[in-house]
C-alpha cells in the first residue's frame, strides 16, 4: 500500500466532478438522524404477535427509508458495487441465520423459551442490515459519501450540545442529575457511541492529512463533539474503541506512507485526552470496581455499581454457556429465567458482598451485558464462531482493499476506524435490537464493505 497518486479501478465508481445529489442519497441522510434518536422520544404504534407486544418505531421507518434508497441506488447503477464486499454478506447473512435458528431451537429442550418475543427481537436486529447493503449501493461519489459522514457528524455534535446543556443542570431529554453522566437525545452509552464514531472520522482526516478546508472544518468538528460528547457520556466501552481506531488510523496511514511525526502526535494527543476525560468521568466507579476487585478497602456499599454489575452479569452469562456450550441456551435467553435461573445460586456464592438486584430477577432482567459473553451463552459455540467469522470478514475485506489500492482509499479506511469502535462498544452494549448502535453497526460494515475513493486534497 504505497502513495502514488492514483486510485485503485474500484475507487473510480463515478467521477469525483459529479454533483448531483440522487433522490437516494437524500433519503438515505435524511433517515440517519432517526437511526439516533433514543426510542423514548419515538413516536410508535403497537400490535400483537400471539401473546407478545410489537411496537414500529420512527426508526423502524427510517431504516425502510434507507431499505428504498438501496433499492433505487441499485435500479439506477446496478449491484456491481456489492461484489466487494461478498464476504460480508455471506458472513453476516450466515449469522443472522443463526440467529434466527437461535430463536426456535431452544424450544428442543426448553418449553418456557418465549419464542415470539425473541423472534420479534431478531427480526429488528437484522432488519438493520439493510444499512450495510445501502453504503456501496447508494453512495457512489465522494460526495454522496461526505454527505452521509457530514449528517452523522452533525448529529454527533447536536447530541453532544443537548448533553452538555443537561450537564450544567437544563432539564430536557431525560437529563440525568447535573454535574454527571448525560444522555443528549441519544442513551448514555449510545452517547458515547456516536461520539467515538465522529472521533473516528477525525482520526481519519488527521491521519490521512488534507488541504481541503471543508475537511478541515468536519475534522475539527468531528473531534470537538467526539471528544466532548465521549466525556459527558462516561461510556468508557466507547472510549476503548476511540483508542482502538486512534491505534488503527495510525498503523494504517504509517503503511500508507502518508503519517509523518506531526500528525502521528496530534492521534496520540487526541487519544490521551479522551482516556483521561472518560477515566475522570468515571472515577467513583472505577474506585468502586478496583475495591470489588480486592484492591484497597472493601466497599460496604449494597447500592449497585455499574463495572462490578456488568462482571456479575458476564459470570452469569459464562455460567449458561458452560452448561449448553455447542448450541447456547437461545437468542435473548440471558433474560429468561428458565436460562440464568439454574446458575444463579452460584453467581450469589461467587459474589456474597453484592446486592440482591446486581442479580438477574423477573423484577430485573438485566440480560448479559457484552456481546462477546452473550453470543457464547445464547448462541453458543457454534453461534460464537459466526459471529467472529462476520467481524473478521468485515476487517479482511477492508484490509485487503487497502493494500491493493495506490492511495488510501477513505470508505475502507473509515470502515476499518468504525469497526475498531465498534469492538470496543461491544464490550458494555450487547445485542439489543432497535438502537443507534445497531446503525453504526451495519454503516461500519457497510464502509468496510464499500468500493474506495480518494478524498479532495488529500496529502499523498
Same mark, same amino acid.
Given at each position: 500500500?504505497?502513495?502514488?497518486?492514483?486510485?485503485?479501478?474500484?475507487?473510480?465508481?463515478?467521477?469525483?466532478?459529479?454533483?448531483?445529489?440522487?433522490?437516494?442519497?437524500?433519503?438515505?441522510?435524511?433517515?440517519?438522524?432517526?437511526?439516533?434518536?433514543?426510542?423514548?422520544?419515538?413516536?410508535?404504534?403497537?400490535?400483537?404477535?400471539?401473546?407478545?407486544?410489537?411496537?414500529?418505531?420512527?426508526?423502524?421507518?427510517?431504516?425502510?427509508?434507507?431499505?428504498?434508497?438501496?433499492?433505487?441506488?441499485?435500479?439506477?447503477?446496478?449491484?456491481?458495487?456489492?461484489?466487494?464486499?461478498?464476504?460480508?454478506?455471506?458472513?453476516?447473512?450466515?449469522?443472522?441465520?443463526?440467529?434466527?435458528?437461535?430463536?426456535?431451537?431452544?424450544?428442543?429442550?426448553?418449553?418456557?423459551?418465549?419464542?415470539?418475543?425473541?423472534?420479534?427481537?431478531?427480526?429488528?436486529?437484522?432488519?438493520?442490515?439493510?444499512?450495510?447493503?445501502?453504503?456501496?449501493?447508494?453512495?457512489?461519489?465522494?460526495?454522496?459519501?461526505?454527505?452521509?459522514?457530514?449528517?452523522?457528524?452533525?448529529?454527533?455534535?447536536?447530541?453532544?450540545?443537548?448533553?452538555?446543556?443537561?450537564?450544567?443542570?437544563?432539564?430536557?431529554?431525560?437529563?440525568?442529575?447535573?454535574?454527571?453522566?448525560?444522555?443528549?437525545?441519544?442513551?448514555?452509552?449510545? &452517547? $458515547?457511541? %456516536?461520539? !467515538? /464514531?465522529?472521533? =473516528?472520522?477525525?482520526? #481519519?482526516?488527521? *491521519?490521512?492529512?488534507?488541504?481541503? +478546508? @471543508?475537511?478541515?472544518?468536519?475534522?475539527?468538528?468531528?473531534?470537538?463533539?467526539?471528544?466532548?460528547?465521549?466525556?459527558?457520556?462516561?461510556?468508557?466501552?466507547?472510549? &476503548? $474503541?476511540? %483508542?482502538? !481506531? /486512534?491505534?488503527? =488510523?495510525?498503523?494504517? #496511514?504509517?503503511? *500508507?506512507?502518508?503519517?509523518?511525526? +506531526? @500528525?502521528?502526535?496530534?492521534?496520540?494527543?487526541?487519544?490521551?485526552?479522551?482516556?483521561?476525560?472518560?477515566?475522570?468521568?468515571?472515577?467513583?466507579?472505577?474506585?468502586?470496581?478496583?475495591?470489588?476487585?480486592?484492591?484497597?478497602?472493601?466497599?460496604?456499599?449494597?447500592?449497585?455499581?455499574?463495572?462490578?454489575?456488568?462482571?456479575?452479569?458476564?459470570?452469569?452469562?459464562?455460567?449458561?454457556?458452560?452448561?449448553?456450550?455447542?448450541?447456547?441456551?437461545?437468542?435473548?435467553?440471558?433474560?429468561?429465567?428458565?436460562?440464568?435461573?439454574?446458575?444463579?445460586?452460584?453467581?450469589?456464592?461467587?459474589?456474597?458482598?453484592?446486592?440482591?438486584?446486581?442479580?438477574?430477577?423477573?423484577?430485573?432482567?438485566?440480560?448479559?451485558?457484552?456481546?462477546?459473553?452473550?453470543?457464547?451463552?445464547?448462541?453458543?459455540?457454534?453461534?460464537?464462531?459466526?459471529?467472529?467469522?462476520?467481524?473478521?470478514?468485515?476487517?479482511?475485506?477492508?484490509?485487503?482493499?487497502?493494500?491493493?489500492?495506490?492511495?488510501?482509499?477513505?470508505?475502507?479506511?473509515?470502515?476499518?476506524?468504525?469497526?475498531?469502535?465498534?469492538?470496543?462498544?461491544?464490550?458494555?452494549?450487547?445485542?439489543?435490537?432497535?438502537?443507534?448502535?445497531?446503525?453504526?453497526?451495519?454503516?461500519?460494515?457497510?464502509?468496510?464493505?464499500?468500493?474506495?475513493?480518494?478524498?479532495?486534497?488529500?496529502?499523498?
Amino acid at each position: 500500500m504505497g502513495a502514488e497518486i492514483e486510485a485503485s479501478p474500484a475507487a473510480r465508481v463515478r467521477p469525483l466532478q459529479h454533483l448531483e445529489i440522487t433522490p437516494a442519497v437524500a433519503l438515505f441522510a435524511v433517515a440517519m438522524p432517526v437511526l439516533f434518536l433514543h426510542a423514548s422520544f419515538q413516536p410508535a404504534l403497537g400490535s400483537s404477535f400471539g401473546s407478545t407486544q410489537v411496537e414500529l418505531r420512527l426508526s423502524d421507518l427510517a431504516v425502510l427509508a434507507i431499505g428504498v434508497a438501496a433499492a433505487l441506488g441499485a435500479r439506477r447503477d446496478g449491484v456491481a458495487s456489492l461484489r466487494q464486499g461478498r464476504a460480508v454478506w455471506l458472513a453476516a447473512g450466515v449469522f443472522l441465520l443463526w440467529v434466527f435458528a437461535a430463536s426456535f431451537y431452544p424450544l428442543a429442550t426448553n418449553a418456557a423459551y418465549p419464542w415470539r418475543t425473541h423472534l420479534v427481537t431478531a427480526v429488528k436486529y437484522s432488519e438493520y442490515a439493510l444499512i450495510a447493503l445501502a453504503v456501496p449501493l447508494v453512495l457512489r461519489t465522494m460526495r454522496d459519501v461526505l454527505i452521509v459522514i457530514w449528517t452523522l457528524v452533525l448529529v454527533s455534535a447536536a447530541a453532544t450540545a443537548v448533553a452538555l446543556l443537561q450537564f450544567f443542570g437544563v432539564d430536557l431529554f431525560r437529563a440525568w442529575p447535573a454535574g454527571g453522566r448525560q444522555p443528549g437525545f441519544v442513551g448514555v452509552d449510545d &452517547l $458515547g457511541m %456516536l461520539s !467515538a /464514531a465522529a472521533y =473516528a472520522v477525525a482520526l #481519519a482526516l488527521v *491521519a490521512i492529512g488534507t488541504r481541503d +478546508r @471543508r475537511l478541515r472544518a468536519l475534522a475539527w468538528v468531528a473531534a470537538v463533539a467526539g471528544a466532548l460528547g465521549m466525556v459527558l457520556s462516561g461510556a468508557l466501552a466507547a472510549v &476503548l $474503541g476511540a %483508542l482502538l !481506531a /486512534a491505534l488503527a =488510523a495510525a498503523l494504517v #496511514a504509517r503503511r *500508507a506512507s502518508v503519517l509523518d511525526v +506531526r @500528525r502521528a502526535a496530534v492521534i496520540a494527543l487526541m487519544a490521551i485526552v479522551v482516556l483521561a476525560g472518560g477515566v475522570f468521568m468515571r472515577s467513583s466507579a472505577l474506585g468502586s470496581f478496583a475495591r470489588f476487585a480486592g484492591v484497597g478497602h472493601s466497599d460496604t456499599g449494597r447500592a449497585v455499581e455499574s463495572y462490578s454489575h456488568r462482571w456479575v452479569l458476564d459470570y452469569v452469562g459464562l455460567k449458561m454457556f458452560l452448561r449448553q456450550p455447542v448450541l447456547g441456551a437461545g437468542w435473548q435467553a440471558g433474560y429468561d429465567e428458565s436460562a440464568y435461573g439454574p446458575v444463579l445460586a452460584d453467581a450469589h456464592q461467587r459474589f456474597p458482598s453484592q446486592p440482591a438486584q446486581a442479580f438477574p430477577s423477573p423484577a430485573h432482567p438485566w440480560g448479559i451485558q457484552s456481546a462477546y459473553v452473550e453470543a457464547l451463552a445464547e448462541l453458543g459455540l457454534v453461534g460464537a464462531a459466526l459471529f467472529g467469522a462476520w467481524i473478521a470478514a468485515g476487517f479482511w475485506t477492508a484490509v485487503r482493499a487497502l493494500k491493493r489500492a495506490r492511495a488510501l482509499e477513505w470508505q475502507p479506511f473509515l470502515g476499518v476506524l468504525w469497526l475498531c469502535v465498534v469492538l470496543g462498544v461491544w464490550n458494555g452494549l450487547w445485542f439489543i435490537a432497535g438502537i443507534p448502535f445497531d446503525a453504526l453497526i451495519w454503516l461500519a460494515f457497510g464502509f468496510a464493505a464499500a468500493p474506495g475513493l480518494l478524498l479532495p486534497g488529500t496529502r499523498r
